[in-house]
C-alpha cells in the first residue's frame, strides 16, 4: 500500500522531491516571464527551431 511505502521511503526521497519541485517551479517562473518577441529574438530558439 502507498501510505506505508511514502512513510518508509520518504526520508531517502524528500531531497529528491524537494529539488525537484524547486526546479519545477523556478524554470516555470522563468518561461511565463518570456513574452513572444523574446522567443523570436532569442538565439536559442532560433537554433533549436523545427521548422
Known amino acids: ?3 506505508v511505502f ?3 521511503e520518504w526520508g531517502r526521497t524528500w531531497p529528491f ?3 525537484f519541485a ?3 517551479a523556478i524554470i ?3 518561461t511565463a516571464g ?3 518577441e523574446d522567443l ?3 538565439k536559442f530558439v ?3 527551431k523545427k521548422h
Open 1 to 3: 500500500p502507498w501510505p
Open 34 to 36: 518570456f513574452t513572444e
Open 17 to 19: 522531491l524537494a529539488g
Open 28 to 30: 516555470t517562473k522563468i
Open 40 to 42: 523570436k529574438n532569442s
Open 22 to 24: 524547486t526546479t519545477g
Open 6 to 8: 511514502f512513510r518508509r
Open 46 to 48: 532560433q537554433a533549436h
